[in-house]
């Protein structure tokens, strides 16, 4: 079946530090990827997405490319801010009723 | 559009108790799903539909039971509530013109069982 391993946190970062998160997937098809983040006490909101091969995704700085060779949709940010803050969430669909969550990686963004 | 929202925000409940979190969307969208949020275990799927009258089961549906009257709700109900229910719950819709599968979450329920 469709699973999505992403990299296990806690991370703790300072302010205008780099960022990446990983995150693998195993599909039997071709997944729409997306990562969403959940802000403290709010619901997932959507970040980015990708649906096909070499696809990029980008919103707010945050970057993440759709590697079908490795079966990886890694997030990224080259400058963090405090607000960055949040729980995120890797996340594939292969079809219109279900999508398979990684298991979420917290990030701490410090002054 | 105020779009998928959820009541209550915060329920503490005895074990046994039964309860029902309301979800409802204003984007007639076709499709509904609750997902369950536990620590380290990512969003689970519990129930979904795909059209007023039809629902079917996810990933983890023992304990919880779903009716889809119309288009914008979709409660959940929890039958006798158990400690392994405690849980973050969450309702998403989409709409079905979207091949992306892109869905839009509620902002949640947070439900303990004592």
């Known amino acids: 079946g469709n699973s999505v391993t992403q990299m296990e946190g806690p991370v703790t970062l300072s302010e205008e530090a780099f960022l990446t998160i990983n995150c693998t997937y195993t599909a039997t098809g071709y997944p729409s990827l997306f990562w969403y983040v959940q802000y403290p006490g709010e619901g997932l909101q959507l970040l980015l997405k990708a649906t096909k091969a070499d696809d990029k995704g980008s919103n707010k700085g945050f970057e993440a490319t759709y590697r079908k060779e490795t079966t990886s949709f890694h997030l990224e940010k080259g400058s963090v801010q405090v607000s960055d803050s949040a729980v995120y969430f890797c996340?594939?669909?292969?079809?219109?009723?279900?999508?398979?969550f990684g298991a979420g990686t917290t990030v701490t963004v410090r002054a | 559009n105020a779009g998928v929202t959820q009541t209550p925000k915060f329920q503490v409940l005895k074990t046994g108790q039964s309860m029902t979190l309301q979800c409802a969307q204003d984007?007639?969208?076709?499709?509904m799903s609750w997902y369950r949020q536990d620590p380290g275990m990512g969003l689970r799927l519990i129930h979904y539909?795909?059209?007023?009258?039809?629902?079917d089961q996810g990933e983890v549906p023992n304990g919880y039971n779903v009716s889809r009257s119309t288009t914008e709700d979709f409660p959940l109900r929890l039958l006798s509530a158990a400690p392994s229910q405690t849980s973050v719950y969450f309702c998403?819709?989409?709409?079905?013109?979207?091949?992306?599968?892109?869905?839009?979450f509620g902002p949640g329920t947070r439900l303990t069982v004592t």
């Open positions: 998403a819709s989409r709409g079905g013109g979207d091949s992306t599968y892109e869905q839009y």
């Open positions: 984007m007639n969208h076709e499709y």
């Open positions: 539909s795909v059209g007023a009258g039809i629902t």
């Open positions: 996340a594939l669909s292969e079809s219109w009723n279900k999508l398979s």
